[in-house]
């Protein structure tokens, strides 16, 4: 079971590259988050799906675009990479139902680098 | 969104509990609180969660205060391995999951 599975591990762009991260979970998980961590901070949310073909914005949506065309994965899209950019991202999913049910499951990261 | 508020840094010595803080004085009825720690290097992960009553889990426990104003993560023994950061969440119906800055715990051997 690989739970949750962040594609690339590690990254490093040009300003004004474009690329996109991949998240897959294989726990037919309702609910999926992608989050970011910069150097010694805590995580803050980017976007956030509630289930196939959802997506909501998080606290630090801009400057990133997601899609969530099949159940198993979310997208998070750069368009043009900005050195404020430059950090770890986690993706996270759960399953369906309220807020009692809980836990999420993270990815290991993606560590990008903005040039 | 309802805002948590948790010490930056607590340190422990190995075998002894620890007793993690959270303030959440505008919490609502239907939030949920929850705790995940970070170890160092990884992706978060979940830790425990609750309502209004105490809750245990082979991790840790969960006191949570009456007026559920603020709530305590505790761990029994605390060992090196859970130095980590820990971060205090509230839930709601929007399914979203706010983390902050949370508390680093430095356990001394």
């Known amino acids: 079971n690989a739970g949750v599975t962040q594609t690339p591990k590690f990254r490093v762009l040009k300003t004004g590259q474009s690329m996109t991260l991949l998240c897959a979970q294989d726990?037919?998980?309702?609910?999926m988050y992608w989050y970011r961590q910069d150097p010694g901070m805590g995580l803050r949310l980017i976007h956030y799906s509630v289930g196939e073909g959802t997506t909501a914005k998080g606290e630090v949506p801009d400057g990133y675009n997601v899609s969530r065309l099949k159940k198993q994965n979310f997208l998070l899209g750069l368009e043009s990479a900005a050195p404020s950019q430059t950090s770890v991202y986690f993706c996270?999913?759960?399953?369906?139902?309220?807020?009692?049910?809980?836990?999420?499951?993270f990815g290991e990261g993606s560590r990008l680098t903005v040039l | 969104d309802a805002k948590t508020t948790q010490p930056n840094s607590m340190e422990s010595n190995e075998e002894e509990p620890v007793h993690l803080p959270c303030n959440h004085s505008?919490?609502?009825?239907?939030?949920?609180i929850h705790w995940y720690r970070q170890l160092p290097s990884q992706g978060p992960e979940y830790v425990i969660h609750?309502?209004?009553s105490n809750v245990n889990n082979r991790m840790a426990s969960l006191a949570i205060a009456e007026d559920r104003k603020s709530s305590t993560l505790i761990l029994h023994r605390a060992t090196l391995r859970d130095a980590a950061v820990y971060y205090c969440?509230?839930?709601?119906?929007?399914?979203?999951?706010?983390f902050g800055t949370g508390t680093r715990l430095k356990v001394l051997a």
């Open positions: 726990m037919n998980h309702e609910y």
């Open positions: 969440i509230l839930t709601s119906g929007t399914y979203k999951y706010i």
């Open positions: 996270a999913s759960r399953e369906l139902g309220g807020a009692n049910t809980g836990e999420l499951f």
């Open positions: 609750g309502l209004t």
């Open positions: 505008t919490i609502s009825g239907t939030d949920y």
